[in-house]
């Protein structure tokens, strides 16, 4: 059983747009903050944002992304998104859906790392 899977990596050009998908498994899902980190290599894994379980929970972003990217949940599906806008260059890397027992930005804090999905920006 594999436990968060994400989909939905494509090149883009700048200033394009690119939902990612993370479908979790039902016990990762109900009872774990999502998450969306990003590596490039040579550079450490960087968070991007986060979405805790409860119903009314309000999303956190990295200031790279604020007002960029939207982070949402749909509990009937057991899937977590990454609606990335306005992409540039610098938001290349491979992104991962994560889970933590509570959110945080720290990837030392993952419980569970998908497989990651790449996203490429061009100029």
């Known amino acids: 059983q594999v436990d968060l899977v994400e989909s939905g990596g494509d090149s883009v050009q700048t200033g394009g747009s690119l939902t990612l998908s993370c479908v979790a498994s039902?016990?990762?899902?109900?009872?774990?903050?999502l998450a969306w980190f990003r590596e490039v290599p040579g550079k450490e894994r960087e968070w991007v944002g986060n979405?805790?379980?409860?119903?009314?929970?309000?999303?956190y972003y990295a200031d790279s992304v604020k007002g960029r990217f939207i982070v949402t949940r749909d509990n009937a599906k057991h899937m977590a998104y990454l609606q990335m806008n306005s992409l540039k260059p610098e938001d290349t890397g491979t992104y991962y859906c994560?889970?933590?027992?509570?959110?945080?930005?720290?990837?030392?804090?993952?419980?569970?790392w998908g497989q990651g999905t790449q996203v490429t920006v061009s100029s």
């Open positions: 994560a889970a933590l027992r509570y959110c945080s930005r720290f990837p030392s804090e993952v419980k569970v």
């Open positions: 979405l805790a379980q409860s119903t009314g929970a309000f999303p």
């Open positions: 039902e016990h990762i899902y109900s009872s774990n903050c």
